[in-house]
């Protein structure tokens, strides 16, 4: 059951769906407040801390991208796109805005509640892996303070959705080793019998944008090991010596 206090804003045009969602939501003893445009859908958010937004990605007054992106940059609220099967480059689009993940319609509630309860449980504090037992990783032009949720790249502050602070906290926990996709899912998204692997794909990319940034040799301590998943190199590359 979900703990209490979690407030989510549901955000579609479409009463059926809020209902819908409202209904599944609370029985898990979340919060919900909704929204049925895009505009209202920020101004609530800005004016705001909600613990998660469902957002459609087709809205009157202003669609769902066009929300993330200017929610982005002020907050790092979790969100969900939801999106109609034939969307799929919207889909790929709202990841890059900065959408935590995405489920296509029609959806199963009972999908849509565990999902919630991944996003909620990945983006609590308390609830980071076992990393938590670390309170500061250092590497050589990257650093997590866990405690403090901060991320230095060459000293410089990193802002990260929470969802790129996991992936890059995972990691970094155990620098060298090469995780694939799948593993990547099943232990950051928290779900390994659906999710897209393109969502591990879109982060890792928004992930080394957001470092290069600060320190173009933290980003490139990402790894990509073809036909096999990603790594985090507790070394800069030889080339960047």
């Known amino acids: 059951m979900a703990e209490e206090n979690k407030t989510i804003l549901v955000v579609d045009d479409e009463d059926r769906i809020r209902r819908l969602l409202k209904m599944y939501l609370e029985k898990e003893n979340y919060t919900i407040e909704e929204a049925a445009d895009g505009e209202a859908a920020l101004n ?3 004016n705001n801390d909600y ?5 459609d990605l087709m809205l009157p007054k202003m669609d769902g991208i066009d929300v993330a992106q200017a929610l982005r940059e002020e907050k790092n609220t979790p969100i969900m796109m939801l999106t109609a099967k034939g969307e799929e480059a919207n889909r ?3 990841l890059e805005v900065g959408a935590d993940d995405y489920i296509v319609k029609p959806f199963s509630p009972r999908e849509i509640v565990l999902r919630v309860s991944a996003i909620l449980r990945r983006t609590q504090p ?6 938590d037992d670390l ?5 050589p032009h990257l650093e997590v303070d866990n405690q403090a949720h901060r991320v230095l790249a060459d000293g410089q502050q990193v802002n990260l959705t929470p969802k790129e602070y996991d992936l890059l906290l995972y990691l970094m926990s155990s620098p060298d ?3 694939g996709r799948e593993q990547l899912l099943r232990e950051v998204w928290k779900y390994e019998f659906f999710g897209d692997l393109r969502t591990v794909d879109t982060h890792i ?3 080394r944008e957001k470092l ?3 320190s173009p040799k933290a980003a490139k301590m990402i790894e990509t090991v073809w036909g096999l998943g990603y790594k985090l190199n507790s070394c800069p590359p030889a080339d960047d010596e």
């Open 135 to 139: 309170d500061v990783i250092k590497l």
């Open 205 to 207: 990319k928004r992930l």
């Open 126 to 131: 308390e609830s980071t892996k076992e990393a």
């Open 177 to 179: 080793q090469i995780f």
């Open 51 to 55: 613990d998660l937004i469902l957002l």
């Open 212 to 214: 290069s940034k600060k």
């Open 44 to 46: 609530m958010a800005m």
């Open 92 to 94: 790929i689009q709202g």
